[in-house]
């Protein structure tokens, strides 16, 4: 069984920063890309980001120069560091992994559930 834990998100001001975290575990044989989606009340889910196991890396225009992604191979973890926040980033953001699960012999897309981030004044 495959695991993803988010952990980072919160209310912030303007302006500022949060880093976001997406720990995966569990029955894992290789991870290739990792990335951080983005969904607003009334709005689709978006990508924010992606990060290959080569450590490419590709952003929605809207967050380019702020938001940065990052990967530890060895602790099978993905960041997402967010700076010059604005109230249009506030939206759930859900971490998602592309990896081979050897317990079900297979490749697959594994979503984390979610953590909020607000930016209000």
């Known amino acids: 069984q495959v695991q993803l834990v988010e952990s980072g998100g919160g209310l912030v001001q303007p302006g500022g920063s949060l880093r976001l975290s997406c720990a995966v575990s569990?029955?894992?044989?290789?991870?290739?890309?990792m990335g951080w989606y983005r969904q607003a009340p009334g709005k689709e889910r978006e990508l924010v980001a992606r990060?290959?196991?080569?450590?490419?890396?590709n952003y929605v225009d809207s967050v380019k120069g702020r938001f940065t992604i990052s990967r530890d191979n060895a602790k099978n973890t993905v960041y997402l560091q967010m700076n010059s926040l604005k109230p249009e980033d506030t939206a759930a953001y859900y971490c998602?992994?592309?990896?081979?699960?050897?317990?079900?012999?297979?490749?697959?897309?594994?979503w984390g559930q979610g953590t909020q981030v607000t930016v209000s004044s």
């Open positions: 998602n992994a592309d990896l081979y699960d050897y317990r079900a012999k297979n490749y697959g897309d594994y």
């Open positions: 569990g029955s894992i044989f290789r991870i290739n890309a």
């Open positions: 990060i290959t196991s080569g450590g490419s890396t």
